[in-house]
């Protein structure tokens, strides 16, 4: 049988902001049943005293990308034998999910955070919620973007300062109260009351622009809450300080991707493209989310799963090429699960070619490292290889964009 994985997972019960690894359990074959039922109980009611065992994991620093089992000291992560200092941490991020059940609610916040849980109330001066891995928190009201009632709705919203409803068009208005039940709006037409299970989302007004947390570090937990703030090692595992919650100390079981900004990275992510084009094979058009899908993939905090053929060009910040060096540009690509036939990849930096490839269905993740050269634009095209067979596409994992890599 397959060895479980020693990643980390929340235990029920803890004091909000502190949680704590599993061990494996000893081997108990030979114990008796009653006996290994209170080991069970015993396990799933406190944390072990000893150091956690190393949790399976991906680590990126401006010179390299490294797989392992993550351990941690005071100031620094070991992957295997590399001893790896805080300083140059870039991004970090487990292979195993660590995922509590759904969440009936998501909150979205100024500045772009997102927080699943379960919303408790909220009046006129704040928001209570209950969020896996946190605990309950209370949010001021004006840190609020919009409240989801349902899941894996579109972001952003289209419009503001209205109730969407699971059926009926939406009302503009102003959300009062939240109770256990219901929720309350004052609309064109007054006061009204809905039930919680009618309501789809609630926008605010608009308040502030979604990238206002541009160049702080980014904490995704357990339970998938996405925190910005400055991070830092703490004798826990990692602090964050954070906008709303001040001082936040949490061990690693808590943490499931860490992506620290510097002046030195641009994540492309954190980018949308200046031009994106496709061209289908047999029909005239389809949308673009047919050749570009964003997708899951274990150690990976970005991946996209690309197929032919298709061109993406992506503007650098004006601060990142201001004082005119060489810009580079890091990923992982791999194949796309379920490939049957070979892609051809081009990297551009502005209109000259850096790097191109094919990228057989068999092939195992290749990690790049282009000079793109003083540029001011990057451009990915996608075209399809031969002898042509489908499905056929590339998975595009982790892209970064560094200045000084090659040091």
Known sequence: MEKPSPAA??????????????????HL??????????????????AWADEAEPAAGTVQTAQSR???????????VRVGSARLTWDRLLTMSFDAPRQTLASPHVVHLVGGEQWPGRVLALDEQELTIDVPALGERVLPRDALTAIDFVQDLPWPPERYGVLERREGGPVPSTLLRIGEQT???DSPLGELEVRRDLARRYIFEQR???????????????GG???????RPSAAGVALEHRWLGELELEWGLVTALRRRTPAV???ADLEPTAQEAEPLLVESLPIDVFVERIDRAGALDAWSLQ???RQVYALPDAVTAEGGAIWLRAQVAPMRGARGPVTLRVFGDDAEAWSGEIAPDAEAEVLNIELGAVREVALELDYGEPMAFPLGVELIDPLLLTGADE
């Open 9 to 26: 997972c929340p235990v029920d019960g803890l004091e909000s902001g502190t949680i704590a690894m599993h061990k494996r359990i000893p």
């Open 29 to 46: 074959r030979s114990v008796p049943l009653p006996l290994v039922a209170l080991a069970l109980l015993l396990v799933a009611g406190h």
């Open 66 to 76: 490294q797989s392992g089992d993550l351990q941690f000291d005071d100031d620094a």
């Open 183 to 185: 929720l309350a709006v």
């Open 208 to 222: 502030e622009s979604p990238d206002a947390d541009a160049g702080q570090d980014e904490l995704t937990l357990v």
């Open 225 to 231: 809450a996405v925190l910005h703030g400055t991070v």
């Open 266 to 268: 641009v994540y492309l």
């Open 308 to 310: 032919p053929k298709l």
